[in-house]
């Protein structure tokens, strides 16, 4: 019940193209969503993060959907661009500083 | 890396040997926290500490030992290294201050092989 289920495993969009990473869970006493980037070589670095009580969150190029019923939640880059290709994870957490997080997505952006 | 310093950053050592990684801080957060990164696995949490002394087990804290004498440093000990402790280890910090209160900063990670 503490598992964070993240898919793809990789995934190889077009530049201008959107990317769509999914995440799914089964406690639903998380409270706190974030997905970080992490760039070959570098620590991972938080990208955007949402709360169970919005269904979306928008930064930019990026944006999280949430769904609360069905327990997953998305992260969605618009015109994704090569710097964008990195490896990223989402996770959850339950109203503490211990983070579950997923098993990461390499994401390749093609130019 | 949010003023997060780890050493060494490259490690190679034998079975058996005893390995010392330690995590800088010059934030002054509370709450550090050690991961190692495997392949297929993401993140996985070693230890973390919510203060001087106090620290906590992760999911994968067997033969893994920390510990945290100042706000600033926190070592993570390998007791007795053995191939499968061959990963890339991140040190974390996050504070109650700002944000979301959750934020996690990561260090630059240390690369450990073990032969």
């Known amino acids: 019940q503490q598992q964070v289920k993240q898919s793809p495993q990789s995934l190889i969009v077009q530049k201008g193209g959107i990317s769509i990473i999914n995440c799914a869970y089964e406690n639903t006493a998380f409270d706190y969503f974030p997905w970080y980037q992490q760039f070959p070589g570098k620590g991972p670095a938080l990208l955007i993060a949402i709360r169970p009580d919005v269904s979306e969150k928008k930064e930019g190029r990026f944006t999280i959907s949430f769904n609360k019923s069905a327990k997953q939640f998305s992260l969605h880059i618009m015109d994704s661009q090569p710097g964008d290709s990195a490896t990223y994870f989402c996770?959850?957490?339950?109203?503490?500083?211990?983070?579950?997080w997923g098993a990461g997505t390499k994401l390749i952006i093609k130019p | 890396d949010a003023g997060i310093t780890q050493s060494p950053r490259h490690k190679v050592t034998e079975t058996g040997t005893p390995v010392t990684l330690r995590c800088h801080q010059t934030e002054n957060h509370r709450y550090m926290y050690w991961y190692r990164q495997d392949p297929g696995h993401g993140l996985r949490l070693i230890h973390y500490?919510?203060?001087?002394?106090?620290?906590d087990k992760g999911e994968v804290s067997d033969g893994y030992s920390v510990s945290r004498s100042k706000t600033e440093d926190f070592l993570l000990t390998l007791e007795s290294a053995t191939s499968s402790q061959t990963s890339v280890y991140f040190c974390a910090i996050s504070s109650v201050e700002g944000g979301l209160g959750y934020e996690q900063f990561f260090g630059p990670g240390t690369r450990l092989t073990v032969l």
């Open positions: 996770a959850a957490s339950i109203g503490n500083y211990q983070l579950i």
């Open positions: 500490s919510y203060g001087v002394k106090d620290t």
